[in-house]
């Protein structure tokens, strides 16, 4: 069974930095698009960060700047640094595998369970 295990999350006040990571054991996901969704209580998940299969990445506007997106293939994980956080980045971070191209996902065929963010004034 395909695990995506977040972990990194955490509360912080604004301006701070928190790294999430995103541990895919015994699996390596080559030629898949890797990502970072959140959802905020009450909203909608939505996409963050993604390194699509040749490797670029992609952002939301709002995070563009303070967010960066990386990945170790030895170790078969995901990073999703979180730089100048802001209360609005307050969710729940999920990691996600599947197929994007630039900042559009066309499916996710695995996520992870999740990681809370959160960020007071």
Not at 47 to 69: E, P
Not at 82 to 108: F, Q, R
Request: charged letters at 15%.
């Amino acid at each position: 069974q395909v695990q995506l295990v977040e972990s990194g999350g955490g509360s912080v006040t604004a301006g701070g930095s928190l790294r999430l990571s995103c541990a895919t054991p015994g699996v390596t996901f080559n030629g898949y698009c890797m990502g970072w969704f959140r959802q905020a209580s009450g909203k909608e998940r939505e996409g963050v960060a993604n390194l699509d299969s040749g490797r670029s990445t992609s952002y939301a506007d709002s995070v563009k700047g303070r967010f960066t997106i990386s990945q170790d293939n030895a170790k078969n994980a995901l990073y999703l640094q979180m730089n100048s956080l802001k209360p609005e980045d307050t969710a729940m971070y999920y990691c996600a595998a599947g197929s994007c191209a630039g900042g559009h996902w066309y499916g996710v065929n695995f996520w992870g369970q999740g990681t809370q963010v959160t960020v007071s004034s």
